[in-house]
Each structure stands twice: as structure tokens, then as C-alpha cells.
């Protein structure tokens, strides 16, 4: 993965944790598509936001993220996850 | 409904698995290209305590995989970001037993965010609830069976 879709999904990460305590109000279980830190819209399903991402930005710098404030487990390889990676 | 066997050591489940790019196979619909030709089996270790299916590094890079989120995990240190792809599980009828062999794979119709694992295991993929609630999994001392849900999915 090329280092400007990397910077773009971490930078859109920072802006979408800032505005999640308003969003899970109205967009929970949404899917958010977001490029350069702004939010473009919400989907009912990841898919359907990929999707509008690819005909949207043709040079696909965009990423999504769920509108929910839990974190996943992982069971017996909760190992697999090492925290202190960014 | 389609049906998967599998076996067991007594210690860990294994199924033969297919991952395809959720976009790639959107996209396949629309076409008669097989998608599943040179398909790679991999190796998924059947875990119930993991809500979300997680896939190797390898698995990312051999399939080109996009990254399109970041997923949030709890563990033993705390919380953790990861990487995370939009992809569709597809299990073997029969695991092939070499690469020129043409099996038989049946997908999942739902689409799965999973994560990227940080290291590599002994396992490609770690197939969690996200996968095995969509049917009925049933595991005893002969072995595992995964029956696919009413709608395929």
C-alpha cells in the first residue's frame, strides 16, 4: 500500500474519532466514506461505501470507517494484537 | 443448503478457505470470467472466542488486497488499530490437492471486514463469529460441519 493512502486513512481515522461521539447519534452501524479528513457520506453496508468511493475518487485515496464504539476481541489469539503498534 | 466437513485434532479446527476482494467479486457478477481460477486455498483456524475474522500479512500481499479501514481490538495490553479489508469467504467443498486441480468453492453472500494480523501464524486466516454466525456451525468429537444459511448466506 502506496504511503499516501496509509497517511490518508490514519489522517481520516484521527478526524472520524473526533466526530464519533456524534455520530454514533444518528449513523450508528453506518458506514462513514471519508477522504482527507472530511466525512462524504454514510452507507447502509462497507460495500456499498467502497463502491461510491472507487466512482468517486478515481485515484481511490479515500477510506471507511463503521460509526460504532466498540472494540472486536480476539478469543485464545488476543496475542495476535499488539498494542503498542500505532 | 450447501454443507462443509472438516476434522479436528482435538486442539484446533482447520477449514480450507478462499478470500476474494468483496470489489473484485462485485465486479465478477457482472461477468463470466471464472473468478476462482488459480484460486489459493488457505488454511483457517475455526475460532468462536474471536469476534472478527482476521487474515495473515501473506494472505494480504498474495491476494492484493486494498486496505479500506482501521478495525479497534482489545487484547491483553489494551486497545490496538489494525488494518482492516472488505473481502467474501468462500469454503472448499474438498480441499484441492494440488494447484492444477479445479475445486469447487461455495462464497458466503455477506461481506467481511477482517483485520490483518501482526505476525505470521501456523494459520492463514482466523475465522471468527462474523463468518460462523451467518450459518449453522456444529462441532463434536468426529469432526465440524458448517451448513450455509437459508439466503446462501
Redo the contacts between chains.
Keep these: 500500500m502506496s504511503h499516501t493512502k496509509r497517511q490518508e486513512i490514519s489522517q481520516n481515522l484521527e478526524r472520524f474519532l473526533q466526530a464519533l461521539p456524534t455520530l454514533v447519534l444518528e449513523h450508528k452501524g453506518e458506514y462513514a466514506l471519508l477522504r482527507h479528513g472530511r466525512i462524504e457520506g454514510f452507507f447502509e453496508s462497507a460495500l456499498d461505501a467502497q463502491i461510491a468511493g472507487n466512482q468517486k475518487f478515481s485515484d481511490q485515496i479515500f477510506s471507511i470507517q463503521c460509526v460504532e464504539d466498540i472494540a472486536e476481541e480476539l478469543g485464545y489469539f488476543s496475542y495476535a494484537v499488539d498494542p503498542r503498534l500505532p | 443448503m450447501p454443507l462443509i466437513q472438516g476434522s479436528h485434532d482435538g486442539r484446533a479446527a482447520i477449514a480450507t478457505i478462499a478470500i476474494v476482494d468483496?470489489?473484485k467479486y462485485?465486479e465478477h457478477k457482472q461477468s463470466d470470467q471464472s473468478l476462482f481460477r488459480g484460486a489459493v486455498p488457505f488454511r483457517a483456524l475455526i475460532?468462536?472466542?474471536?469476534?472478527?475474522t482476521?487474515i495473515a500479512p501473506r494472505v494480504v500481499s498474495r491476494l492484493g488486497l486494498?486496505?479500506?479501514?482501521?478495525?479497534?481490538?482489545?487484547?491483553?495490553?489494551?486497545?490496538?488499530?489494525?488494518?482492516g479489508y472488505?473481502f467474501r469467504v468462500g469454503f472448499y467443498e474438498r480441499p484441492p490437492t494440488d494447484t492444477t486441480e479445479h475445486s469447487r468453492i461455495m462464497v458466503l453472500k455477506r461481506?467481511i471486514?477482517g483485520?490483518e494480523?501482526?505476525?505470521e501464524?501456523t494459520f492463514d486466516v482466523?475465522l471468527?463469529m462474523d463468518v460462523l454466525t451467518t450459518g449453522a456451525f456444529h462441532l463434536d468429537k468426529n469432526g465440524f460441519e458448517f451448513r450455509f444459511g437459508e439466503n446462501g448466506s
Design positions: 468483496a470489489a462485485h475460532d468462536t472466542g474471536a469476534t472478527r482476521m486494498q486496505q479500506v479501514t482501521m478495525l479497534r481490538f482489545s487484547g491483553l495490553g489494551g486497545t490496538a488499530w489494525r488494518p472488505l461481506d471486514i483485520g494480523l501482526t505476525d501464524q482466523l471468527g
